[in-house]
């Protein structure tokens, strides 16, 4: 790519509509935001501005691509998949802004990455930042920024605290960012081909909160708020102690996996004996599913995840349903009998395993579930 190219062609210039840039965020849809420029912004916020950027607003959209050698259309793909609202041609754009164009644009001139995986690349971190970042203001800075004299503002309090702590949680995220991609990657060199990078043979758990709805009707916002903090945070923290993946929270619901069948039924089991032993928690139903999975920047989809999500809705109060593949694969681990009487029975003759059952299956009658046809499912117990 080069900078006649950004600056030849219709594709190349700048959209009517006014192109996106890192200025502002906004859902697609939204009035553009930022087109006044820096000089009508408070000052203090373009300092706190300047210091998490660590650069001045220099570009606009088009300047920026044009200095980074990127097509103009190519610019504003990579924008908004990074989830950046449209600006217009306002000057807001920073030399970082610059930096990251050349850099994403480059991995595609080199062929390490296809113009649509690049996309991706800018959407998925995108999307994953925008909440940590989300997150971070309302649940931390807002916080620790409460104004300690009267007469000073929020923002002056801000400052020296974010420049404090930017350096601390910047090496922090990137440690835990090298943390879960070695992970990732551990993973993808076990698989067995290629093909099981993308579909996999998963175990899928939903935990969902019973009578969530009503509660939102009873509580306070900020009763409520709290119950669901606490809830995804005893999930998380589970999930991960017991060896299994945290894919996503919906507020009064977790969806997770595992690579193996026993590994999500221990966490499906511990969830309900830790949220029944909480009593401000409401009770919760699990449904859990082993089969295939595509696998979708750090989601999950397929029929086996629509299953997991049918089974928790008809699942029990505090109880956990399995499919039968499920069950399935824990007799063929070795982790559930096929049956307590053939349990006994080999226990008795001691021909029974070295280390007993942990978990033990009932089938329940079948029942039609929506979209899925007829299932089999079976309710999930420890054993003993």
Same mark, same amino acid.
Do not use: C
């Given at each position: ?5 950004s600056?030849s062609g219709a ?6 509509a006014?192109p996106?840039g $890192?200025?502002?965020?906004g859902?697609?849809? *939204?009035e553009p935001?930022g087109?006044?420029?820096?000089e009508?912004?408070d000052?203090?916020a373009?300092r706190?501005?300047q210091?998490?950027?660590g650069a001045?607003?220099r570009y606009?959209p088009f300047?920026?691509?044009?200095? =980074?050698?990127?097509?103009m259309?190519?610019?504003a793909?990579?924008?908004r998949a990074?989830?950046? =609202?449209?600006?217009g /041609?306002?000057?807001a754009?920073t030399e970082?802004?610059v930096?990251?164009?050349r ?7 080199a062929?390490l990455?296809s113009? $649509?995986?690049?996309v991706?690349?800018?959407r998925?971190t995108? /999307?994953?930042t925008?909440?940590?970042?989300? &997150?971070?203001i309302d649940s931390?800075l807002?916080?620790l920024?409460?104004?300690p ?5 929020r923002t002056e309090?801000?400052?020296p605290?974010v420049e404090l702590l930017?350096p601390e949680?910047e090496?922090f995220?990137?440690y835990v &960012?090298?943390r +879960?991609?070695?992970?990732? %990657? ?14 996999r043979?998963?175990?899928?758990g939903f935990?969902d909160?019973v009578g969530?709805?009503r509660?939102?009707?009873?509580? @306070?916002?900020? @009763?409520l708020?709290?119950?669901?903090e606490?809830? #995804?945070t %005893?999930?998380a923290?589970?999930?991960a ?5 945290l ?7 977790v969806?997770y996996a595992a690579?193996?069948?026993?590994t999500a039924a221990e ?15 409401p009770?919760?139903r699990?449904g859990l599913?082993f089969?295939t ?5 750090g989601?999950?989809?397929g029929t086996t995840?629509n ?5 928790t809705?008809?699942?029990p109060?505090? =109880?956990?349903?399995v499919?039968e593949?499920f069950?399935?694969?824990l007799?063929?681990s070795?982790?559930? $009998? *096929?049956? *307590?009487a053939?349990?006994?029975a080999? #226990?008795k003759?001691g ?12 089938p329940m009658w +079948?029942r $039609?579930?929506r979209?899925?046809g007829?299932?089999e499912?079976?309710?999930l117990?420890?054993?003993?």
């Open positions: 790519m080069t900078v006649e190219d600056g594709s190349s210039r700048p959209d009517p006014g996106p $890192p200025g502002r965020t859902a697609a849809g *939204e935001a087109a006044a420029g820096a009508d912004d000052p203090l373009i706190i501005e210091l998490i950027l001045e607003r606009t300047q920026a691509a044009r200095s =980074a050698g990127v097509p259309e190519l610019a793909r990579f924008w990074m989830g950046f =609202a449209d600006i /041609q306002a000057k754009l970082a802004d930096l990251a164009l850099r994403l644009a480059g991995l595609v001139e062929g990455l113009e $649509p995986m690049a991706q690349v800018a998925s995108g /999307q994953t925008a909440r940590l970042a989300e &997150w971070q931390f807002e916080g920024t409460e104004p004299e009267p007469g000073m503002t309090v801000a400052y605290l930017l949680l090496e995220l990137v &960012w090298r +879960q991609l070695a992970a990732a %990657t551990g993973r993808v060199v076990q698989a067995a081909d290629d093909e099981e990078m993308v579909d043979r998963l175990a899928v935990a909160l969530f709805t509660l939102t009707r009873r509580l @306070e916002e900020e @009763e708020g709290e119950l669901v606490a809830f #995804e %005893t999930a923290d589970l999930v102690a017991r060896g299994g993946r894919i996503k929270t919906l507020g009064d619901e969806l690579d193996d069948a026993g966490i499906g089991l511990r969830l309900i004996e830790t949220m029944s032993n909480d009593e401000t928690m009770e919760l699990v599913a089969g999975v595509t696998t979708r920047m989601d999950v989809f995840v299953l997991a999500s049918r089974l809705s008809i699942a109060r505090n =109880a956990v349903l499919d593949a069950a399935e694969e007799m063929r070795g982790e559930a $009998p *096929e049956s *307590e053939q349990a006994a080999a #226990e003759e021909e029974g395993p070295a280390t007993p059952y942990r978990f033990a299956l009932q +079948q $039609p579930v979209g899925l007829m299932v499912p079976w309710l117990t420890h054993r003993g």
